[in-house]
């Protein structure tokens, strides 16, 4: 008998039942098969990233300067200087004037904000003209906000890469960086990151190209409550945590505090990342969990699934198609009810507004989705 089914016959005996698997295995929103225990895996190898240290991204305050070394900006600030700048408005994206010492990364999205379909091609070109080191971003962390499945947000990443080609030629994809929202499924979302390596790599194949995609990465909305700010603060660290072993390139944390945010506030959700930073030494391994047989089960899994729906996205023409007809909307209010009613059930637990202590829910699954638009919606709106 092999030391697997010694176990076996151990669990059996214990749990008092021949089907063990259907105890010990539990489902999950993302349709991901997670075994109760993992024996062997296929080849592996280390997925690199950009960044040789993951940027701890701050939004600029006067009294951060000289302890943080990279900054969001929504608007201007003269007399930095050796610093990463994260440039999160069009405007100034348009109009920054670059210092030499400092590196520009432009977090600007170039498909219209409502949605119908559009690429900004006069904005395009503009940034495409800047002294930048990535010009345009691809941002689906409106998608994962929205209730998007990690499966749909790398497989519109993909689509809307695919629509930037067919515009500008496949010279773009060296421009590119993509912005990802991070949820609290924490090996899921480590996956999702490690995942979208191996499908940008690949999707880059295909135009005769060989690229690492640079991954911005920010922190949730959509778990957080604002009731129970605490439990916000120890959510958005895990999610920062996940980012970076993940291999993220720079890390963000949205404020903690959903209303009323004050510069502490603002102050404390970047030190996070210090914390994990000097503390953990998290930022610096590049792929840490690589060999993890169940890390690495569920990455190939969402590589499959991710690529499976982009061809058929594809097939059907393309993600800005999809989004004029409104499958792209409907795809993800799917899924985004689906894991709401989950939160309402307590399938899905969220401390301190599904569980610790309960509330009751106040607003109904349909007063908070609408069919037809991506929209932003927090899992605890149902019960404030």
Request: proline share 1%; aromatic share 12%.
């Amino acid at each position: 008998m092999s030391e697997l089914e010694d176990w076996e016959q151990l669990v059996k005996k214990q749990l008092k039942t021949e089907n063990i698997y259907e105890i010990l295995q539990k489902e999950n929103i993302e349709n991901i098969d997670v075994k109760p225990y993992y024996y062997n895996n296929s080849e592996y190898k280390i997925l690199p990233k950009i960044e040789e240290s993951t940027h701890l991204v701050a939004e600029f305050q006067d009294g951060l300067s000289d302890q943080a070394f990279a900054f969001l900006l929504n608007e201007n600030v003269e007399n930095l200087e050796e610093k990463a700048i994260f440039i999160n408005n069009s405007d100034l994206a348009e109009h920054i004037l670059t210092e030499e010492s400092n590196r520009y990364f432009s977090l600007v999205d170039v498909f219209s904000d409502d949605l119908a379909g559009e690429i900004d091609e006069h904005l395009t070109q503009e940034l495409l003209s800047k002294s930048f080191e990535r010009h345009i971003c691809i941002d689906v962390s409106l998608h994962q906000n929205s209730g998007a499945s990690i499966i749909q947000q790398l497989s519109f990443a993909l689509a809307k890469a695919k629509e930037l080609v067919e515009k500008f030629d496949s010279e773009i994809l060296n421009q590119l960086m993509f912005k990802f929202a991070v949820g609290s499924n924490y090996f899921f979302e480590i996956a999702k990151i490690r995942a979208f390596k191996y499908l940008y790599n690949q999707f880059s194949k295909e135009f005769g190209k060989d690229l690492i995609p640079y991954i911005f990465v920010e922190t949730s909305l959509r778990n957080k409550s604002k009731n129970d700010q605490d439990n916000n603060l120890i959510r958005s660290t895990l999610e920062l945590a996940s980012a970076m072993v993940g291999g993220a390139d720079a890390v963000f944390a949205n404020n903690y505090k959903i209303e009323n945010a004050t510069e502490l506030s603002k102050e404390i959700s970047f030190k996070q990342q210090i914390v994990l930073a000097y503390e953990s030494i998290i930022n610096v391994f590049e792929d840490a969990t690589s060999g993890s047989y169940f890390v690495e089960a569920i990455t190939q899994q969402f590589c499959e699934k991710s690529w499976k729906l982009f061809l058929e996205i594809e097939e059907k023409g393309g993600y800005r198609e999809l989004l004029k007809s409104g499958e792209i909307q409907k795809m993800i209010f799917e899924q985004a009810v689906n894991e709401q009613t989950c939160v309402e059930a307590g399938k899905i637990k969220i401390i301190g507004v599904n569980l610790y202590p309960k509330s009751e829910a106040k607003k109904s699954v349909s007063e908070l989705y609408d069919a037809a638009k991506i929209k932003p919606v927090r899992l605890s709106e149902m019960f404030e």
